[in-house]
């Protein structure tokens, strides 16, 4: 069971308080009727599926109940970050610098 | 079998050495949201609202906890709740929130004893030490969403759903009874 | 290569066993294959065999970067099953269930198919409709698949129990009896004995960094740990990496890699004779020929390659399974594991070509891969060699996803009201 | 006292006497024993039988790791277990114990025929046979294979005892109360710092429990033990016992099993027979010491031949002297101890024999000092005896040649092949292993947790040794939570610290295709299993283990992991790195089912989700359905009643009086703020501008693939609030995702969702009495057509109760959802009940609402759909808004396929022969095809206990829209029903009878 840091409640909590909402970072189209049926199953379906740091949203379910994101490495199951939701995604480098 | 609900009287359910459970009177309970200025929301609730989640106010009989950035719960006297939804609803036109009306959707359990604390262990797999006296948290209990108030190092409110009220209490109770055995 | 009979056995066991000899040899990468496949699993090495021995194309090679099986097929719970809803997915997994009938004579290597019959069981109302029309469009496929009473259930395995204040209580099953179980790690052997005897090389311990295409945008080769490898046809069939593996060719899958855990009890003298499932309380149990319990647990709900999986989910499927079978509950765990699974958003596998000429994919098993080897491996083969898909995989393209032709297995168990 | 009890030695209390059963015979041991102690020290090693070649075997250890005394364990009815190990379980008065795999008996087993076809027996033979003829393995082969496997048998009763849970959080953990976890313990114990020190023995100790000749501190390792172990408790220290670290999990939590029960004659009250612990810990360290190695030769499983570490336990810690004439075989210097402590407790031991030529001068001149003869440079190379160990055969090796055989007489052969780091919980870390070729052994690398490895576990021998370091590791947690460790140094006398070397299979003399040199001694697997498996291909460690079986018995390679690894890699030519190690699994050891499920049992499997008129319908009699979570009235059946027959009676009384009926589960959702409308605009495929405040709609909530989810009556209470309400299984989802929306994609939006399900109770009351009945309690709006017509809904009182009254229908006859405060709900519910009476009012449940609302085509998401359905499909397209500039789903639902002729379409289907069809049989247009058939839909409701002529049902039917009229064919497995497509309304489709 993972621990995971919610950075609204700015606590580190079980995972059974969380529930998982996979990849992050894809937006729904803003104009859904002119996307074309390619771009609307890659928004729907089409996952990169990291094997390494995978950006992901997380909601707190049973805490404070919202969304935010998280890196997190899924070789090691190791987060990285979280972060709220809308706030930029954070770069890739600065985080696995902090690994080593 | 377990015991309906409705079977439920205020008072202490079930106690041994270790550790006692008890139901909770009724009280009004509201879920308030809401963002930006709160201080008219705060004047007519005549409470502050905590910012930090986890945090806990009163005034009087009225009772606030926060639960999320835009989000807590209100707990007061039944007789208040008019007289709360009308003042809220005097500042919406200006200060959009939502208070709605959970009254029924809750009840509680009063918590105590020598190891009250640790009976919460049972079902709750978040560290209790990290909520401090005086404080509150929404987390799971054995599988439910519920709402921890700690009132001492091991006096606790949990509110849960009502439908969630007869299974939560079984294992309060084996757990009562379980912690009171090791005790002898 | 030797034959496997008792006769060899014997005369084998005469000589202190010292003369047999190795069942694949470890080969090293040649400079050019006619198809290279990535991931010596059930489905690679069964495709790698298959290609050879039904379409005459031995310059294959299997290239994994473990161990052969040592991914999904040395990992599952071994169920083998066709009462799938869709048609689609019923004549995939009953070809598959064809040819495990005879794979241990097809191989010669006793793959020990147990054909002990696969009960799933019905706990709500809700799962005797769904059930039901499962067992209806069997039928009508030709597919055997039964209804049983709670009564019937019982008399069929004794274990379970049909008391009816249970929390869920059994209200019937849905029975095939031609389901069964296998011995995993043979399958894989089984397959690469067969591969290897026909020419097949199989690459173990050699990672595959990308795969390599032309600059007409075709397929090239692979580069791998010990270097380029030219092949005129890819095909990819590695479980949990597919994702990575395809992405190095610009292709995206809509799967998501999840942990899925197994154990099994301590061994025990024959108690439970057939298989059950319960998909509403998540008990998934069969016997092993060893005598262990072989049950299956949930996916974690987080993308994760770790093959490590949580303790809350073990704690619910034992519960799980002391609720079907409480005589149980004073066995003991002895072992459980994780393995990852590859899932698509309608819980059918993609088996086919790719937006990639001479790039073939085979993904997105989720936790049912095992039951599919042969028929899986056998028209994935069939689509390699003729490039376009057997009729039997032709629905089951990557392109259902933007058209929205799905084969819903996950929908139709789909629970409300 | 026992033949084999040495008086003055062990921990066990004689003056305490136990009396147990094995094999139906009884036997007498001593307080503190286990039964393998008990049964040794009355003389008894043969305790079971292995499980291939049914070999006699006696217990090979003292401890958790032990591979062959397993035995059935019994304590009355219901309460059996299977395999439990005989050195671990203790003894109490009334414990009944049997062996197993046997067949008449123990000493007489017919399946030891297996042993002598052992050459038939190789690792894979059964790849290699049992094919021919096809139909014999299912009828012969595998029944035969099946009965000869599996060890014990299963449980056949309920189990009886309760079992736990809790969770723990704490600083610091240690795996392990031998020396290391004490000096651990003691360093971290610092003030502001949760300490945890677990073990799997009934007592704290470890190797000092074995080893009582060292001094600590100027104290016998007892007293310190003692002392310390009350100082630790002083600091706070929590010390848990009969606890094993079964599993590490992600971010140090660690699952423990603590066994509560087992040991206790009798059993307390409101006791757990075991308790999980998930202890979530900052840092943990592992301290849980090393396994010994058996030696591998020919003959080493015979009863008696034991690990010497095992039989100085048996004498230190239980007083027993495993054998009186042992001899020892060792490559490693903590056997000679072994020898020293038995001879010196009054065993004549026969002779030390070691491998190696090299042995420390002090060893051999204490051995001569006691009058042992030492024989080095010798290997083992066979033993003798039936049912235990009579004789060992040694021979001298010189420059790698066998010499000649020398039988030496015994009653116990004492191996030692040297130590090996207890690496499990280690390795479920995934942490990285390295391999030590002075040792012959793995030690730890590095981990991704924070934990540390310290004494033993890491290959530092001696108690001096462990001592230092697990107070170094001590400090060294505490350093990294911030803290200052508590500096601790210990003074050792007569500590035992020691080398030796490793081996694969020893040399022998004999043919190496005649040597049954057990590896894993459980599956029988052999050191001639393992170099055919590598001859036949196996490369890996992996391979070469699912081959042969070896390391998978149920001590998971305990015993055998090394020996097994050592062995492939020399039949590889490799070192063992390359070979791998194969992955430590969880549990450590086997761990019973019941402390897993814990609380969740029977009626707490999972909750049940009761309303608050739940035990008015239960009082009644009613028959209930699990529905999701809930528990829902299902039917409610006067006597003598069945489900047809009350579903049938309930119908009839609503459409022709009224009917009652508890809506409280379906899911409740309050939508509020100034941009609540907007909200479901986007959410719901209906358009909601236009709708009034007091006025209620359908809503149809799509996925953005354009399938249906879910639906739901929705009111707006007042311009800026929606009463949404959901199906019972949807509630939590559609929360869910209307929140993913909102937070996500549409934070712009000023609105806020509140759950409200359990808020209200909500009562439903319909039939054409249904207004009569509840207008008089209403205040606030009068229920006339005018006032409040259907799709209503008002903020009122109702019987004094504040109320949300809702004018809807699921049944096409007048219709009312009563919402209440749900602590008010059984109050309503009673007065509507008794007010009711004069019209004959009748209570009804969920087959009722089923049946009544298909007869009006009311579709049930889950049931009518599946996941795969359009609102064309459901002929709901009346609910899309089409000039919307988009919707959830909106999108999906122009995609190819969901725009294709032919989709399948709900349709009404009527019977020829009058006869109801079953909920998903198939249809076909053709009844006469061969199978396979070309299906083209299926049967979604299907009834003929309702207020219609005839029996209807409900279908998808590919392009069902387009066939109104035209017959279709259901192939039942006895006949083919023809049935007629008609629209999907039974009853009044003028709707005529909603008016009031």
Known sequence: MLLIHCPYCNETLPEVEFAYASEAHIARPTRPSETTDEDWAEFLFMRSNVKGPLYERWRHVHGCGRFFNAVRDTVTDKFLTTYKAGEPRPDLSSLTEGLK | MTAPISSFMPGVLTASAAARVGFAHRCARFSLRARGDLAPLEAALGLSLPDRIGQRTSAGEREVLCLGPDEWVLHAPESDATAITAACAGVYADHPHSLVDISGREVSFVIDGPRGAELLTLGCARDLDTIAVGEGRRTLFDGATVILWRDADNNFRLDCWTSFATHLFHLLDTGVRELGAENH | MTRFNAFNLLKNAMSGHKNWTEQWPDSQPKSEYDVVIVGAGGHGLGAAYYLASQHGITNVAVIDKGWLGGGNTGRNTTIIRSNYLYDESQRLFDHSVDLWQGLSQELNYNVMYSNRGCLMLAHTVHDVQSFKRHVHANRLNGVDNRWLTPEECKEYCPPINIAKDARYPVMGGALQERAGTARHDAVAWGYARGAAARGVDIIQNCAVIAIRRNADGSVAGVDTEKGFIKAKKVAVSASGHNSMVMATAGVRLPLESMPLQALVSEPVKPIFPCVVMSNAVHAYCSQSDKGELVIGSGTDQYVSYSQRGGLPLIEHTIAAISEVFPIFNRMRMLRKWGGITDNTPDRSPIIGKTPVPNLYINCGWGTGGFKATPGSAHVFAHTIAKDEPHPINAPFTLDRFRTGRLIDEAAAAAVAH | ?996
């Open chain 4, 1 to 996: 006292m026992s033949q084999y009890r040495v008086s003055g030695r062990g921990r066990v209390d004689t003056a305490r006497p136990v009396t147990f059963t094995f094999d139906g015979k009884s036997y007498r041991g001593a307080q503190g024993d286990t039964v393998a102690s008990a049964l040794l020290a009355n003389g008894v090693h043969l305790m079971g039988r292995s499980f291939k070649y049914h070999r006699p075997r006696g217990a090979i250890a003292a401890g958790s790791e032990e591979p062959n005394a397993l035995i059935g364990t019994r304590r009355g009815s219901g309460r059996f277990e299977p395999n439990t190990r005989a050195t671990v379980q203790e003894i109490w008065d009334g414990l009944e114990t049997n062996s197993q795999n046997k067949f008449p008996s123990l000493k007489f087993d017919v399946g030891a025929v297996n042993d002598a076809a052992y050459m038939l027996f190789s690792a894979g033979f059964y790849y290699k046979t049992f094919m021919w003829p096809r139909s014999f393995w299912d009828k012969v082969y595998e029944p035969f294979i099946r009965a000869a496997a599996g060890l014990g048998v299963s449980p056949i009763e309920e189990d009886p005892d309760t079992y736990a849970s809790r969770n723990l959080h704490c600083d610091v953990l240690i795996v392990g109360a031998g020396p290391t976890g004490l000096a651990a313990a003691r360093a971290a114990a610092v003030e502001g710092l949760r300490v945890v020190l677990v073990d799997e023995n009934p007592e704290a100790g470890g190797t000092l429990l074995s080893e009582p000749q060292a001094r600590i501190d100027g104290k016998a390792a007892w007293d310190w033990l003692a002392a310390e172990l009350e100082a630790l408790k002083a600091l706070g220290v929590k010390i848990m016992t009969r606890t094993t670290a079964i599993a590490y999990y992600h971010q140090n939590m660690i699952g423990l099993v603590e066994k509560l029960t087992d040991h206790l004659p009798k059993l307390p009250a409101d006791t757990p027979r075991e308790r999980l612990w998930r202890v979530r810990s900052k840092q943990v360290v592992l301290a849980q010491g090393a396994l010994e190695k058996p030696l591998v030769f020919h003959g080493n499983d015979r009863p008696g031949v034991m690990l010497a570490g095992s039989a100085q336990t048996f004498l230190n810690r239980y007083g027993v002297l495993v054998g009186k004439r042992p001899v020892i075989l060792t490559s490693h210097d903590s056997a000679w101890y072994a020898a020293f402590d038995l001879q010196d407790a009054g065993a004549k031991v026969q002779a030390i024999v070691d491998t190696r030529a090299d042995v420390d001068a002090l060893l051999q001149s204490e051995a001569r000092a006691r009058g042992i003869a030492v024989k080095l440079s010798h290997t083992a190379t066979a033993t003798s005896g039936r049912l235990r160990v009579s004789s060992l055969r040694i021979n001298p090796v010189a420059g790698g040649t066998v010499g000649a055989a020398q039988d030496i007489r015994c009653d116990a052969v004492l191996m030692s092949g040297g130590w090996t780091p207890s690496l499990h919980l280690f390795s479920h870390t995934k942490g990285s292993l390295t391999w030590d070729d002075d040792r012959t052994t793995f030690l730890p690398e590095k981990t991704p947790e924070d934990c540390v490895i310290a004494g033993a576990s890491r290959g530092l021998w001696g108690i001096g040794a462990a001592l230092a370091d697990g107070a170094e590791k001590g400090r060294a947690v505490a350093e990294a939570l911030g803290k200052t460790g508590a500096q601790v140094a210990y003074a050792i006398e007569a500590d035992r610290p020691g080398t030796g070397v490793s081996h694969k299979e020893l040399p022998t003399d004999l043919s190496a295709g005649k040597a049954k040199a057990f590896v894993d001694f459980q599956n029988d697997v052999t050191a001639k299993d393992l170099r055919l498996a590598v001859r036949e291909g196996m490369r890996s460690i992996e391979h070469v283990k699912r081959y042969t079986t070896n390391g998978m018995a149920t001590d998971q390679g305990k015993m055998s992991n090394i020996n097994g690894l050592n062995i492939a890699s020399d039949a590889l030519g490799k070192k063992q790195p390359q070979v791998g190690l194969t992955t430590f699994r969880p549990p450590y050891t086997p761990t019973s089912f019941g402390a897993f499920a814990g609380y969740h049992r029977g009626e707490h499997f999972e909750v049940t989700r009761k309303t608050n008129i739940d035990s008015w319908a239960e009082a009644k009699g009613a028959v209930f359905e699990p529905v999701g979570q809930w528990r829902r009235a299902r039917y409610f059946p006067k006597p003598g009643e069945d489900m047809d027959t009350a579903v049938r009676r309930e119908c009839a009384a609503t459409r022709a009086s009224v009917g009652i009926f508890d809506a409280s589960t379906l899911g409740k959702i309050e939508v509020v703020g100034p941009d609540a409308v907007e909200f479901m605009n986007r959410m719901y495929t209906n358009p909601w501008t236009k709708l009034a405040p007091g006025r209620c709609r359908y809503g149809l909530l799509l996925g953005d693939d354009g399938y249906i989810r879910d639906d739901g009556v929705i009111g707006r209470m007042t311009e800026d609030r929606f009463h949404v309400t959901t199906t019972t299984g949807g509630a939590a989802r559609v929360l869910n995702m209307m929140e993913d929306y909102l937070q996500t994609e549409w934070s712009d939006l000023n609105v806020w969702l509140t759950s409200t399900t359990e808020h209200w109770s909500t009562v439903a009351l319909n039939g054409p009495n249904a207004a009569k009945l509840l207008a008089p309690f209403v205040e606030g709006v009068e229920l006339t057509e005018e006032a409040f017509p259907h799709m209503s809904c008002v903020e009122c009182t109702v019987a004094g109760m504040p109320a949300r009254l809702f004018r809807v229908s699921f049944t096409g006859e007048i219709g009312f959802e009563v919402n209440v405060p749900a602590h008010l709900g059984q109050k309503l519910w009673d007065i509507l009940w008794e007010a009711g009476q004069q019209y004959g009012i009748t209570a009804y449940g969920t087959e009722t609402m089923h049946v009544l609302r298909a007869e009006k085509g009311y579709i049930i998401v889950g049931q009518d759909t599946d996941g795969t359905v359009t609102p064309y499909d459901a002929g709901m397209g009346w609910a899309v808004g089409k000039k919307k500039p988009d919707f959830v789903g909106m999108r999906g639902l122009a995609r190819p396929d969901l725009q294709a002729k032919n989709r399948k379409q709900l349709v009404g289907l009527l019977t020829e022969d009058g006869s109801k069809l079953e909920e998903g049989a198939q249809i076909v247009f053709d009844p006469k095809q061969a199978i396979p058939m070309t299906m083209v839909g299926h049967v979604t409701s299907s009834y003929d206990v309702g207020t219609t002529d005839q029996p209807i049902a409900l279908a998808l039917v590919e392009g069902g829209h387009g066939k109104m009229g035209e017959t279709v064919y259901i192939p039942m497995p006895d006949r083919t029903i023809a049935a007629k497509i008609t629209a999907t309304v039974f009853v009044d489709p003028e709707n005529t009878r909603l008016k009031i």
